[in-house]
C-alpha cells in the first residue's frame, strides 16, 4: 500500500482496484459508503469516480511493481474483478478498518512515524513535479479537473531552483555556443 500512496494516489483507488489491471498500471474505481437495507446499516459498493478526470489509469513507480506482482500473487482474491487489496470480511477496505487493523501497525513495524496514509498522496505528488511533472501531468496522475489541486504540489526548494538554473544555463549555452550575449556583442565589429 505505501507504494501506492508514493505513486500519489488515493487509499480508495487501490483499494478498489481488480486484478483485471496490467502491471504498472492503477485505474480510478473507488468504493464508497451507500445505503443498505436498514436505515442505519450502510456497505461499501462500487461507484464512478466524481468526475471524468477520476476515470484515468496511473502509471506506477517501477520500484513497486515486483512487489505488487507478488501481493497479487498471494493475497487478492480470485477472479478478473477479484479486490487486490481486500478486508478482514474479505469485502473492499473501509476506512477505519484499514487505520486500525493495518496501517498503524505496518508503520510501528517499519519504524516510520505516525503519519496519515493520505500524506503518501501528497509525498508522491510532490515527488511527481520535483521529477518535472507539468500542472497538467499532476492533474491527470491525482484525477482532477482544475489547476487548484495540483499547484499546491508545486513546492519551490532551493535544491529545484538550482535544478532549474542549470537546465536554464544548459540551453542557454547550447543555443549560444558557450559564449554569453555580453561576450558576443563585445567582440570586435568584423563587417566594418
Not at 505488487?68 to 478478473?80: A, C, I, M, N, S
Request: aromatic share 4%; glycine share 14%.
Amino acid at each position: 500500500m505505501v507504494g501506492y500512496g508514493a505513486a500519489g494516489v488515493r487509499r480508495a483507488g487501490p483499494a478498489g482496484t481488480g486484478r483485471d489491471r496490467p502491471p504498472g498500471r492503477m485505474p480510478g474505481r473507488s468504493p464508497q459508503s451507500g445505503p443498505c437495507g436498514g436505515a442505519l446499516r450502510r456497505r461499501l459498493v462500487f461507484t464512478e469516480p466524481k468526475s471524468a478526470a477520476g476515470r484515468r489509469t496511473v502509471v506506477i513507480p517501477e520500484l513497486i511493481i515486483e512487489d505488487l506482482r507478488e501481493h497479487v500473487k498471494d493475497f487478492t482474491q480470485d477472479g478478473d474483478k477479484g479486490l487486490i487489496f481486500a478486508g478482514p470480511d474479505d469485502g473492499p477496505l473501509r476506512n477505519t478498518n484499514f487505520n486500525r487493523r493495518v496501517w498503524i501497525q505496518a508503520l510501528q513495524d517499519t519504524g516510520l512515524p505516525k503519519i496519515h496514509f493520505h500524506d503518501l498522496r501528497h509525498t508522491g505528488n510532490t515527488l511527481a513535479a520535483s521529477a518535472g511533472a507539468s500542472i497538467r501531468e499532476l492533474m491527470e496522475r491525482m484525477g482532477h479537473s482544475s489547476t487548484r489541486a495540483a499547484m499546491i504540489y508545486q513546492h519551490s526548494t532551493d535544491e529545484r531552483q538550482r535544478e532549474v538554473a542549470r537546465k536554464l544555463d544548459g540551453l542557454a549555452r547550447g543555443a549560444l555556443g558557450e559564449r554569453s550575449g555580453t561576450q558576443r556583442a563585445r567582440e570586435p565589429d568584423e563587417t566594418g
